[in-house]
């Protein structure tokens, strides 16, 4: 048994170098379902039928439910030229999705999403997506580890090309790169069983994998493991100008991998919030990875001591500045002006985190003011209340980890305050653009349910774009969601899509294919957030 | 255990499925030509539209192959559309300065089930780059077609436009 454990790792992370070229090879075609697309059923079907123009075996077969629940149902379902699943007895009254990746003969998997309504169509906004409370407990554990990890031993590794680490610095910083690399994947395999609404029991399931590394988290889940081994890799080598490189560079990718994925990085405009959030971090890496080497240091009286924690005291306004800059344009972008959308969860966690964050850089600038100087000149007293401060500031730290990564089950304001509660009918927009055609497309109403989606299409100078047909796909990689696909009809100058069922709140990516002319194509992608 | 096998053996199928690149798209039967030679291009079609039939192929030729010469089909109609070269292309001591921008196979019958080859030479201009060069091709059948015209170049998409890596003269080994 000691055995499976890793092998199953071995084939999940095999899965995950594969899954990317796994997308959509077009063969097997949807021919028509049963019930059909959008339709109203008076009562709850005991199957549902998919009918295909050649054979396939079902993959993953998924059931959303009218409150948001996954179910896997891939058990059930049949292959075939026709799949057929069986549904749940229980089937609740409202809206259901049905989604569904099948793989064809020729080994080509794909997927789709049917979405059918028993009784009426629903689609309440308050459908919170239903994580087993063992796996967010776990992810969170997971990722307050991994940034512990990532912030204090790839931290170290960057501030040792500032000045030698002590040695019991250097075992820790190690360690936790170490603990660091193993979490990483941990984390990608519980953030896909998160989003799948899986157990714990099924975390060596290919799907939580699969859907793990879709999500934007999966680039930053490798960005991580090798800022893990750069920094291993210059933490083992002795102290030259390659290993300090090395130890910058692990610092660069860890601060990347963060820019990759999470809520802040997924703000527009992009070209602000990505550098944004590498400052950030960068910043933060600078900081705390200089803690424990220092706290370290200050046990004693030594000369290379007292040179580290000046150079550290000379560099750290560097690393502050752009950490505060970046952090107050973010915090700006995430909440908006001051309103009640404030005193959601995510304001909360912010909140909280802004308040720690006063106490820090109330003890840092104490820290740097009044007690380095002293205690620089051998002050004894300055030197051990220096240290019991950095001691405060660590554990400081490790509890803002703790709420950053709690962010990830609260959805920022800036995501709710397009359409507030109490407005949400109003329509939701997107802009979505290449180097040369733009695509507006407006929600309506703005909320889960049945909508209508109405695109206008121009060149750059605002002149409406002759297009032969436009079609447009929304998926939810998030929540496991395949794409639904839809073509528009032109009434009026807009393209509109009257058929189409937004089953589940949260991030839908949309793509929008524009058929220019016989032989050319535009494909625009963006993002809609339903609140 | 069997869940490990499983895994695993979902994990080697889409190895194969990334191996064997794509015989489900409408693909061109040599990968790669030299900058500056001739090529014929054997356009596959595996499938129909759907479960339809096809009844038209049509291939656009962009800038940059001239001296297009498509060859005829049995059971087709062969027809071409022409029009003016952006700019003029030797061919052995004269200018060609227009040519076959658009080939069209139609009123024949390829069912689903069936497979065929469509057929055309030409000559890669010298003064293309090296990199991917497509031919974006439509499928028309009774109540639909096929449009294998994204030039994108995701991987994952969903009907990529047939296409040939352009290598520069010498790697060809002429």
Known sequence: ?531 | MIRFIASAAIAATSLVAFAAPAFAHATLEVQEAAIGSGYKAVLRVPHGCGTEATHTVRVQIPEGFYNVKPMPKAGWDLATVTGSYERGYENHGTTLTEGVKEIVWSNGNLPNEWYDEFVFRGTFASTLEPGTFYFPAVQECANGEEAWIDISGDEGAEMPAPSVELVPATSAGH
């Open chain 1, 1 to 531: 048994m000691r055995l499976l454990a890793p092998m199953q790792l071995l084939a999940a992370l095999l899965m995950f170098a594969l899954v990317p070229v796994e997308v959509a090879w077009a063969h097997a075609q949807l021919l028509s379902t049963s019930p059909a697309e959008n339709a109203i059923v008076e009562a709850a079907p005991e199957q549902v039928e998919l009918r295909f123009n050649e054979p396939v075996s079902p993959l993953t077969i998924t059931l959303i439910g009218p409150e948001g629940a996954s179910l896997d149902a891939t058990g059930t379902a049949t292959g075939g030229v026709t799949s057929v699943v069986r549904m749940p007895a229980d089937l609740a009254r409202g809206t259901h999705v049905l989604s569904w990746r099948v793989v064809s003969a020729d080994g080509h998997p794909i997927g789709g999403s049917l979405v059918f309504s028993i009784g009426e169509i629903t689609g309440s906004a308050a459908v919170e997506p239903t994580s087993d409370r063992a796996v967010a407990a776990s992810l969170w554990a997971a990722k307050t580890l991994l940034f512990t990890a990532l912030f204090a031993g790839v931290g170290a590794a960057g501030f040792s090309a500032l000045a030698p680490l002590p040695p019991l610095a250097r075992t820790a910083a190690l360690w936790l790169s170490v603990a660091g690399a193993v979490l990483g994947p941990v984390s990608l395999g519980l953030q896909g069983l998160d989003a799948l609404g899986l157990p714990l029991t099924a975390f060596a399931d290919v799907r939580a994998w699969s859907t793990g590394f879709s999500t934007s988290y999966g680039a930053t889940t490798i960005a991580a493991v090798l800022a893990f081994a750069a920094a291993l890799a210059s933490l083992l080598m002795p102290r030259s100008g390659w290993s300090n490189s090395l130890g910058i560079l692990a610092a660069a990718i860890a601060a990347l991998s963060l820019a990759l994925s999470g809520h802040a990085s997924a703000a527009a405009p992009q070209w602000l919030t990505r550098p944004a959030v590498f400052l950030h971090i960068a910043g933060v890496l600078f900081w705390v990875g200089a803690l424990l080497p220092l706290w370290l240091l200050l046990r004693g009286r030594t000369d290379s001591a007292d040179k580290t924690l000046a150079s550290f005291s000379r560099f750290i306004p560097y690393a502050v500045a752009p950490l505060v800059l970046s952090g107050l344009t973010l915090a700006a972008i995430q909440m908006g002006w001051p309103g009640t959308h404030w005193a959601t969860p995510y304001g909360f966690i912010l909140g909280a985190k802004l308040s720690l964050l006063a106490l820090l850089f109330g003890l840092a600038i104490w820290n740097r003011r009044w007690l380095t100087a002293p205690a620089l000149a051998g002050d004894t007293l300055a030197r051990s209340r220096l240290r019991r401060s950095i001691g405060w500031e660590m554990a400081i730290i490790v509890v803002i980890l703790g709420l950053v990564a709690g962010w990830r089950f609260t959805p920022p304001p800036r995501a709710l305050a397009d359409a507030p509660a109490e407005l949400v009918a109003e329509p939701i927009m997107a802009h979505l653009m290449d180097g040369e055609t733009m695509a507006m497309v407006m929600v309506t109403p703005g909320r889960v349910g049945p909508v209508v989606l109405e695109t206008t299409i121009s060149d750059f100078e605002g002149f409406p774009i002759d297009a032969q047909n436009v079609r447009l796909t929304l998926a939810n990689p998030d929540r496991g969601i395949e794409p639904i696909t839809r073509e528009a009809s032109l009434i009026d100058e807009v393209w509109r899509i009257e058929d189409m069922t937004i089953p589940v709140t949260g991030n839908w990516q949309v793509s929008i294919e524009v058929r220019i002319s016989r032989f050319e194509m535009v494909r625009l992608r963006g993002e809609l957030i339903i609140p």
